[in-house]
């Protein structure tokens, strides 16, 4: 009797364990499936304003992709191409322009805050000038886009198929802050490989050879 | 019926009956897990799961370069020509590297001299750059210091000697640098008593001695060994540790080729005393005790001078008994038939038997053709005469000031009263980039940088000028040797602007081009540049030292022959992992040196493998050493391996995974092998390396050496062998006369396939696949090496090599033939062979192992889960299992990892992938380039680094490809061709120069030796 209670109870327990686990486990994904990853980036950076508005072509920044293996994040340097002469947003510098000419002076300077980061990596102060007191450091982005160690992704021949970029990262030019939008798991990207027609590419055939991948 | 078959060791000639069964297989895990230990795993492995399963990948950072510089490209492979420091020949290399890191070294095919190859040692010394023990900063006193400390220390010292006119003494090895030896004169010129002593710890002193008796001048000529019909060497281990045997490889392989419509195959005849490399791949070889190599040299220059008609005192009347007559008599047949074509080499330290060998090579005109004396090669120039005034200086307390650089005489020379001597030269001053021997000893040590991170320059043979240039940015405060030694002339320059100033002076002046700096970018680019050689001035040939030598080893007591071993040479790699796991190439030893003693003296001790002997020489020096029983060794000749027994070397106490039963290669204060360089002798003023009066008596004690030999067998079980008794034929050879008659010459018969189980594989795109030439393959390993750097091959230490678990992914398997004194020896290179039939597939319960649709067998470590079916069911026994998670704690030696292939973990198998990542990486290239992959596109690690170009690799979809025509070749063959393995990777035929059998004394006299 006693014996059948304690069953009861803990098979009470079990199933109300479980059914308020029911939500977390709606969530659980497979290991290593990180969809919809959307980190805080040290520069808020907007792949809407770049990529949408302005239309600045995905390879302009991201060179690797038709070079090697990794498209790559690129080097300050490159962002620096126009940033040396843009500091600001437009409004920000009408909105000084005109603030300058209201209290009749020249208008200063203005720099976004976002953008001072940028200078500060590369040791500039706030005159756009080398700042002893900084030491040039590299921007530590967090990556997004990560296979794991046994898996060997290329960049080049997708590229050199047509495959366009918004087919694996999405659209990139409407996020204001990127965000992982595939599981790139094994069976995604198979599928595919078995008919790339689907990719909206040329090819009528890509490998589904295990080492083309795995080595 | 003498017995044709191979064997691969002595257990299994003498027991071919019971063929070690257990070899057949990857060895299980013999202990039994208790209930405990079960319960124990099942729960961890349950918790591990759970957790891992939770949480998601963990976050990554992406730092890119702030300001990328021009020419690089992340995740892109860049490369470098440079120069190999790796010994003192001074081979052309190319440094791979990716992302600001040298992960590979291959050899430079435009090169001046080392035509595309890299041989073990310079493949393996990448990993000695990522050598944490390696020296950060200079020492001064034996604690660290800046070089400013260090500067002032030196110069302060130099003031002292300058003024009291003491002498000051510097001992190098072998200098090529230009620089570094107009830096040398000008420092030592600034003493009253200075001078440069130059030593090589693998001497060829005598050959320099020779030429200056002989033709008046000290140099060391350059075999030009492909121009050579014939070449007799006695004792010259050319293919394997002998001055450069990268270039000397290529060249032999060149004067050997038979592929295309005149096969042409030079004559080589090796006479020694132990089983050399070399000795292994000649066509006759004559196994004589290296103390009667006088008297048959003088019965040999005889029977020359005879054919010659040259008038000689004295030889008629030598007769020695060490070989027997008519095989010298077909030698000076041969070398007298084919000269202005023949060669003669010796590796002897006696400068009476090398002018012996120069009146030879005069008399059969090999000056001037097959040697060159006017552009002679730079690589040896040590003097051991003026090493012996040294040393007897520095016991006298003569010197004031002592400068070592490349050398480490406490522990390379026979002297073991220096190492206190040294203690009392006032200032001692050490180049050594770590912390040896002697530069403990030092008051100063001012490391020199590795070579892949500093400027150096090179001129190793005359009129070939090479550049080091640097790869990366230097891990710790080093500095080079010429920096070091302007900074304490008042003239402190950095290493390139004094390499640059010198080459201005000296080289440019010598090149036929218009500017210099032209000269330099185009020599920096390419690695190497022709100019004009110094001219050196030699005399007529001098007879007046040509004596004949009599006497001979004394028959009652044994010789001992020091030797150097490939990859460990004289010491000076012995902290290199990948180097002590390199199995020997003829014993297939790794991690020891021992002592060979040929079957009969061993039998005649009542030692075998395993069983500790003591060496005696006649001045006291001992030794005890494990004996390893070595075919085809003279019975009076025992050989041990130098560059053994380096202090520090208990490192490697740590380089097994550690578990239960596992063993340390080696236990703390003790070190790997043992230090023979006490046993040579700088006796009459000359390192020797050869003693007479050597006594051996077996100690009773055993010391297990680690062997390969005897692993994966490809041989038939007992129940399966055919009735016959014959071999399967893995091996196939034939001989010259036969092969020019018909091609396919040495085919066995072959069972036809009428009915095939598995249907017929279309391949569409490409079909990879692999040849190796039997008869240009030497075994010298260099591919082993640069498989392991390529593909992320981890070392795993002594103990788990004696458990069969060696992960070399490409080994090469020594067969000997005949009987066990003079056997004729075969190297075949074994990897996985890709088959189409592959057995290992059809067993996969996981399908982790698979064909892909250009032929390759893939093996995805991801999917693999470890039951080992595949390795068992691989009748080629290439699968190599990861029981470990090896050793990668090392943080700094990880650096050499290559990012383009995994580091698999436990529980997987793994094998030859064609280096699959050379594949991708070509077609990526060949796509982003608008064209198809070319036929020698990619070249596979082994392929790449092959001194003799033994292998090829290649598409056989592509019908004119190198390898479509050579799998067409009649003298192609796969092996195990009986099983319809259909395999990708094939053989040519080995070939060898000898007459049919019984028309000349020498091969009847060597097919009676097969009778046994």
Known sequence: MNKRITTLTLLAALLLGLFALVPKLMELRLPGNDEGFEPNQPIAYSHRLHAGELGIDCQYCHSGAKRSRYAGIPSAAVCMNCHRFITASRSAVRAEEMLAE??????????????AKLYTAFGLGPDLLPDPALEPRPIEWTRIYSLPDFAVFDHRPHVYAGVACQKCHGPVETMERVRQV???????????????????VAVTQATIDCSACHY | MSDKRYWKSLEELDARAEQAESAERVSPLEEPIGRRGFLLASGFTLASGVLGGCSRSPVEKAIPYLDQPDGIVP?????????CGGCTARCGVLAKSRDGRPIKLEGNPDHGFSAGGLCAVGQASLVELYDSQRLGAPRLQGREATWDEVDREVRHSIEGVVTSGGRVRLLSDTVTSLTEQRWIRRFLGQFPDGRHVVYDPLSSSAILDAHLATHGHRLLPRYKLDRAEVIVSFGADFLGTWISPVELTAAYR???????????????????????????????????????????????????????????????????????????????????????????????????EQVLVNYLNELVGAYGATLDVERPSYQRQGDDRRLAGLVKEIQDGDVDLLLIRGVNPVYDMPTPELA????????????????????????????????????????????VVSITQPVIRPLGRTRALAASLSAWLGEPASALDLIQDCWRDEVFPRAAIGAFQ???????????????????????????????????????????????????????????PWLQELPDPVTKVVWDNYACLSPRTAKHLDVGQNDVVLLELPDGAALELPVYVQPGQHDRVVAVALGYGRAGTDRFGTVAPKWLEGKPTVVPGATVGTNAASLASLEGRRRRYVRSGLRVTPTGATYDLATTQIYHYLSVPEKLAPADGKDRPIIQETILPEFLEDRSAGKPHMHHFDSDLWGEHEFETHHWAMAVDLSA??????????????????????????????????????????????????????????????????????????????????????????????????????RRFNWFNYAHDDKLQNLALNPDVVVRERGVMEKCSFCVQRIQEAKHTATSQGREVADGDIQTACQQSCPAQAIVFGDLKDPE????????????????????????????????????????????????????
């Open chain 1, 102 to 115: 209201e209290q009749g002076r020249e208008p200063n300077r203005v720099v976004s805050p976002e953008l």
């Open chain 1, 182 to 200: 595939r599981s790139l798991s094994m069976g995604w990207c198979v599928n595919c490989h078995r008919s790339p027609q689907g990719a909206g």
């Open chain 2, 75 to 83: 995740g892109r492979a860049a490369w470098y020509a440079t120069t």
């Open chain 2, 254 to 352: 060149r004067g050997r080729d038979l592929e295309g419509e005149s096969p042409h195959l030079s004559y080589h005849a090796q006479l020694e005393g132990r089983m050399s490399l070399t000795g292994s791949n000649a066509d006759s070889r004559v196994v004589v005790d290296p103390g009667d190599v006088g008297p048959v040299l003088s019965q040999l220059v005889g029977k020359v001078a005879d054919r010659a008609g040259a008038e000689l005192a004295g030889f008629g009347a030598v007769s020695a008994s060490a070989v027997e007559e008519g095989v010298l008599d077909d030698l000076a047949d041969r070398l007298w038939r084919a000269r202005g074509q023949a060669l003669v080499v010796s590796g002897s330290e006696s400068v009476r």
């Open chain 2, 420 to 463: 206190e001597a040294l203690e009392a030269v006032p200032t001692v001053i050490s180049f050594s980039g770590s912390l040896d021997e002697t530069s403990t000893r030092a008051d100063v040590v001012c490391p020199e940088p590795h070579f892949l991170e500093a400027w150096g320059d090179s001129e190793a043979v005359a009129g």
């Open chain 2, 518 to 576: 032209t000269f330099w970018d185009r020599t920096v680019h390419d690695g190497s540049a022709r100019v004009t050689a110094i001219p050196t001035e030699v005399g007529p040939f001098d007879r007046s030292m040509v004596r004949s030598l009599s006497g001979g080893a004394e028959p009652d007591n044994y010789t001992l022959e020091l030797y150097p071993k490939v990859g460990m040479l004289d010491g000076r790699h012995a902290h290199n």
């Open chain 2, 777 to 878: 393959c030497t075994g010298c390993s260099a591919c082993i090496v640069s498989c392991q750097a390529e593909n992320n091959v981890p070392v795993v230490g002594k103990d788990e090599v004696k458990r069969r678990r060696e992960m070399h992914w490409i080994r090469i398997d020594r067969y000997y033939r005949g009987d066990e004194h003079s056997p004729d020896t075969v190297h075949q290179p074994m990897m996985c062979h890709h088959c189409d039939n592959a057995p290992c597939e059809t067993v996969c319960p996981v399908t982790a192992t698979l064909h892909s649709s250009e032929g390759l067998n893939m093996q995805v470590y991801n999917r693999c889960v470890g039951t080992r079916y595949c390795a068992n069911n691989c009748p080629f026994k290439v």
């Open chain 2, 961 to 1012: 490809s190198r390898i479509s025509k050579m799998r067409q070749d009649p003298r192609h063959y796969l092996v195990l061709e009986e099983l319809n393995l259909r395999p990708s990777v094939g053989y040519m035929r080995l070939v060898r120069n000898r007459p049919t059998p019984a028309s000349t004394p020498l091969a009847e006299g060597e097919e009676g030796s097969h009778h046994g």
